[in-house]
């Protein structure tokens, strides 16, 4: 997929602002942005169910809303919604004959976790079940293309490991992949690119080193102390103590080598040391902020 220049309007309000974005086959590329940041209207202009005014998207060479494009592209909706008198087996064979494809639904079925459930009617289904019967309806038809908006909401912690491998495989088969979400603990380990959008603008977009460099933010080192050497440590280092045998330091990231070896140095003062580089949280809210160009 590939989207460049993007504008949209709502009346005179501009909700998208010159959007390039790119996604390879196999990639896995994480969306990030606070609700109104233009999430949910770029993912609806990509399935064409919106006109943009500006710019272009190409989904395989094709232009969204066209048939090449949508039999290219699945999408998984955040509130995602079946018929309630339909059976999970019923409404997944209806989507199959749909895209002329024979499909084994009930290995499809399994694949997802619906196996006990596949003959019961979707109106008996927990939130988290019909997300996995959506899941099930991306897989349908192997997508070049899929974009999936909030797709752990409402599924259990084990839950959410067994999407993230499905998500793997599809990313295996060749499919470019699209997740927004709020989950950052989650995309941080699971995807291979991360976008933020700001108020309709793209304010970063690389991999999550590549952001961290870019970011200069600082790499916390949290020194356990031995007996009473925090006090020690603390003074000679410039860090703070976090509580009575801990001190924690910040340092940029070209001198964390250095200051490692520092700490080293006060050998038996020191019982330990962990190293956090920024995270994604801290990364999110720095490109986020609203004084940032």
Do not use: W
């Not at 940041?37 to 005014?53: C, N």
């Not at 066209?66 to 955040?78: D, G, K, M, Q, V």
């Not at 079925?109 to 939130?127: F, N, Q, W």
Request: charged share 25%; hydrophobic share 40%; with cysteine.
């Amino acid at each position: 997929m590939q989207i460049r220049a993007l504008d949209k309007f709502r009346g005179k309000t501009q909700v998208l602002r010159g959007i390039d974005l790119e996604i390879a086959p196999g990639e896995r590329l994480a969306l990030l942005g606070h609700n109104g940041a233009g999430k949910s209207t770029l993912i609806k202009a990509v399935l064409g169910l919106i006109r943009y005014e500006g710019g272009s998207i190409r989904i395989c060479g094709a232009t969204p809303g066209s048939s090449a494009a949508r039999s290219a592209t699945a999408f998984l909706p955040e509130a995602v919604s079946f018929h309630p008198a339909l059976t999970g087996h019923e409404q997944l064979s209806l989507f199959a004959r749909l895209t002329g494809e024979r499909t084994d639904i009930d290995g499809l079925l399994e694949r997802v976790g619906l196996c006990d459930a596949m003959h019961r009617r979707i109106g008996a289904y927990s939130k988290g079940m019909r997300q996995r019967l959506g899941l099930a309806q991306v897989l349908l038809g192997r997508p070049k293309l899929a974009l999936l908006d909030e797709p752990t909401s409402g599924l259990d912690p084990i839950s959410r490991q067994d999407l993230y491998a499905i998500i793997d495989e599809l990313a295996e088969q060749g499919a470019a992949v699209l997740i927004a979400s709020h989950a950052l603990t989650e995309v941080e380990a699971r995807t291979d690119r991360i976008a933020i959008l700001r108020k309709g603008a793209k304010v970063a977009d690389d991999t999550l080193a590549g952001l961290s460099a870019q970011a200069g933010l600082p790499v916390k080192l949290r020194v356990q102390a031995s007996g009473a050497e925090a006090d020690r440590i603390a003074i000679e280092t410039g860090g703070r103590r976090i509580n009575g045998a801990s001190v924690e330091i910040l340092c940029s990231p070209q001198d964390k080598m250095a200051e490692l070896r520092r700490i080293a140095a006060m050998g038996e003062a020191v019982a330990d040391i962990d190293m956090v580089p920024p995270r994604l949280e801290d990364l999110y809210c720095h490109y986020s902020r609203e004084d940032r160009k």
